[in-house]
């Protein structure tokens, strides 16, 4: 089952998502969270055919695990962030803020298992996800 939702860290820059759910469960689901790597990056990550979030997405849900999974903010409004930031962009703009909203948003959501909610980083998503961890 999948559910349409907005991750917002900064309002000027609202990011479409999906969160896919595990089909029949009716205990608390554990949960992750996906971090793109480098580039301006949809929901799925796609890169070529391939749409990376989108089939570990599916299968986690088959595993009994949720998933959040939104377009990197680069990708949603780059255009924008360059005209306001310049050559000032950072991770902490482009990655880590969004991220740390999207696990507020699990953590708030009812269905999940608060204590058990990870990240999943793909190449500089992975080497932010500690850094993700100790700021939020």
């Known amino acids: 089952m999948i559910e349409q939702i907005a991750v917002v860290a900064n309002a000027a820059y609202p990011l479409e998502g999906i ?11 554990p949960a992750v969270v996906f971090v793109h790597g480098s580039g301006a990056l949809d929901k799925d990550e796609t890169v070529g055919a391939n749409k990376l979030f989108r089939d570990l997405a599916d ?5 009994g695990i949720a998933s959040l999974r939104y377009d990197k903010r680069t990708f949603a409004h780059g255009k924008q962030m360059v ?11 482009e990655i880590i803020e969004d991220a740390i909203a999207a696990v507020e948003m699990l953590k ?4 999940m298992e608060t204590n058990r909610i990870f990240i999943i980083g793909h ?5 932010l996800a500690p850094r993700i961890d100790a700021e939020g």
Request: hydrophobic share 30%; glycine share 16%; aromatic share 2%.
């Open 59 to 63: 299968g986690l849900a088959i595993q």
């Open 83 to 93: 005209q306001e930031l310049g050559g000032k962009l950072s991770v902490k703009e």
């Open 123 to 127: 190449s500089l998503g992975g080497t």
């Open 19 to 29: 969160l896919t759910l595990p089909g029949s469960h009716t205990e608390k689901f």
């Open 108 to 111: 708030k959501d009812p269905r």
